[in-house]
């Protein structure tokens, strides 16, 4: 569907060995699971970001699925977490028979307003997730506080948050679990994957079995024990090494793929000043304890039908930007069961907000083009 606009929403790169280490597994004579370069990708993550453990997985979804899975799910339970969000956070508990109460955004950014997390817990309460928006943190101190007042399991839905920081420790070390995306949107790609993240130990052994079909294979390619059998209800969750050595290939980038999104996020930043300064549109901010990851650039509209007319005006010179997320409180399959409290800022955000093309590729001429319709729309100049 991209390839029709001649600057799409987003395109997938490669950043250096990709293809080179896709041989290379290859040539290993062995690219099923749990291999060379998924030991590798593992070992980066934990020695780079200090993670105790992590088991990747097919996508961020699959890696929240077994989040649920892990912290014994069940039916009645329930989970706290934004209404701003992907569907897999919410899913990955419903497909477990929890009910979700969503908490609304903050007024200026569409991450959890924690203020009002406090009022949602209940005696049926197992968890909070709460999702790092754009890469940028949500309060930690203050959601791992709830969490421990009320013994409740934090569950970091960190798909868009990878080398990105909350007072200087990074994202994804702070919940019991935490779970990444690798999906092509991302910063770092590999088509379809994700990860998991295991903070609290206890969660480990039985994740590496949930991920292995519910067997003790992994213990057993260690020497651990000398068969392997079923031992628990689980499912196949870790994806081929072909995905893990392109995945590799791009880690070994991270600097300069985050050096080159910095330069792309600034760029809008600095040009599009003017029209926030003139009350077109808002930019987006960030709260002073948390870096920026250059996730994704976005504006925040006046309104939803200057949203959609600045839709259109892009599309009719072949670029395309796209909205987010629909509140999932509101949604077809949840509306019946959601407990009727109105979420404004999430719903505000729903309408309002526009994220423009980036992507790792993204010339300065085409930067400068989206840029230039940018003011054309608003101020009919060129
Ligand atoms: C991308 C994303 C997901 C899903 O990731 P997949 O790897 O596609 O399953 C989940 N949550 C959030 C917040 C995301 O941005």
């Not at 950043?15 to 896709?22: A, D, M, T």
């Not at 052994?205 to 031992?231: D, P, Q, S």
């Amino acid at each position: 569907m991209d390839q029709t606009y001649s600057i799409p929403f987003n395109k997938p790169y490669m950043s250096g060995k990709e293809l080179h280490y896709i041989s290379q597994a290859v040539l290993s004579g062995m690219i099923k699971g749990n291999g060379n370069f998924t030991h590798k990708v593992h070992e980066l993550f934990k020695k780079k970001f200090g993670f105790e453990n992590c088991l990747l997985t097919t996508s961020c979804t699959d890696a929240l699925e077994m989040a649920a899975m892990l912290i014994g799910i069940k039916e009645g339970d329930e989970v706290i977490m934004p209404s701003f969000t992907f569907v897999s956070t919410a899913n990955a508990f419903v497909l477990r028979g929890a009910k979700i109460l969503f908490a609304d955004s903050l007024a200026d950014h569409p991450n959890m307003d924690v203020s009002k997390l406090e009022a949602l817990i209940t005696p049926k309460t197992r968890a909070i997730v709460p999702v790092h928006y754009a890469g940028v943190a949500c309060d930690m101190d203050k959601i791992m506080e709830l969490a421990s007042k009320y013994n409740l399991y934090v569950i970091e839905d960190a798909a868009q948050a990878i080398d990105a920081y909350y007072k200087e420790r990074p994202l994804g070390s702070f919940g019991h679990m935490a779970t990444f995306s690798f999906h092509e949107t991302k910063n770092i790609i590999a088509g379809e994957g994700g990860m998991l993240v295991i903070n609290d130990q206890q969660f480990f052994e039985r994740a590496e079995i949930l991920w292995e079909k519910g067997t003790n294979r992994a213990a057993f390619f260690r020497g651990e024990v000398n068969k392997y059998g079923w031992v628990d209800a689980g499912s196949s969750f870790l994806p081929s090494d072909i995905i893990a050595a392109f995945l590799y290939a791009q880690l070994e980038n991270l600097e300069d793929i985050q050096r080159r999104r910095g330069e792309i996020w600034h760029y809008y930043k600095e040009k599009l000043q003017v029209l926030e300064d003139e009350g077109f549109i808002k930019l987006p901010v960030n709260q002073n304890w948390t870096t920026n990851n250059f996730h994704m650039f976005y504006i925040v509209c006046r309104s939803l039908d200057d949203r959609s007319a600045l839709i259109n005006h892009l599309k009719a010179h072949n670029v395309l930007a796209v909205f987010h997320y629909l509140s999932l409180h509101k949604s077809e399959f949840y509306q019946n069961k959601h407990d009727g409290r109105d979420l404004p800022n999430s719903d505000f955000f729903t309408d309002h907000l526009l994220r423009l093309p980036f992507f790792y590729e993204i010339t300065e001429e085409e930067l400068e083009y989206v840029v230039s319709l940018l003011f054309s729309f608003f101020k009919g100049t060129n």
